[in-house]
């Protein structure tokens, strides 16, 4: 991800009043694990009669945009996939419009991270880890398991763990494997 690649979006997400966060790979890589990915993710929350508004938004600021709503049994609520539409190279980018039983006051928790000169809000730590662990793949629980060792002491433990709680989740299960 390039600067002038993340510039646009964040203008539209921040234009659009929504609150949003830099999530997946990108937000792992901000607490501290740098791992290979093949786009950038934001979570977001906004009314669905406003995805329309949007995408229309993004198409403004040189992106295609297609919203795919989320299934009965995806985590996922739903997802507006942009792309460039004249950069071949650039990375997707997907904006996750929330996440099945996502923690309520996710978007409280969010913290300011400097990428590129920029300030980014990236999901807490640990936020992150219960929406890796909600997600479920290997990929995810091995970024949940990289963040707690990473961020190891410098984690709202009680938080995070109470949050696991609440989704019937145990800790020692992740950093165990």
């Known amino acids: 991800m390039k600067k002038a690649e993340l510039l646009p979006i964040l203008k539209v997400l921040h234009e659009t009043g929504i609150p949003f966060a830099l999530a997946g790979g990108y937000a792992v890589a901000a607490w501290g694990v740098v791992r290979a990915t093949r786009d950038i993710d934001f979570l977001a929350t906004m009314a669905p009669g ?69 300030d980014v809000p990236v999901i807490s730590p640990e936020d992150l880890i219960v929406l890796k662990c909600l997600a479920g793949g290997p990929v995810d629980l091995e970024d949940a398991r990289s963040i707690l060792a990473v961020m190891k002491g410098r984690l709202d433990m009680a938080y995070l763990e109470d949050e696991l709680k609440k989704r019937k989740i145990r800790l020692d299960k992740i950093k165990n494997g």
């Open 50 to 118: 406003k995805i329309p508004e949007l995408i229309m938004k993004f198409k403004k600021a040189g992106f295609k945009g297609k919203y795919r709503p989320g299934g009965e049994d995806d985590p996922v609520k739903g997802v507006i996939g942009l792309e460039r539409a004249k950069a071949e190279a650039a990375e997707p980018v997907e904006i996750i419009l929330g996440i099945k039983k996502m923690p309520a006051a996710i978007f409280e928790r969010v913290q300011q991270v400097q990428f590129f000169g920029l």
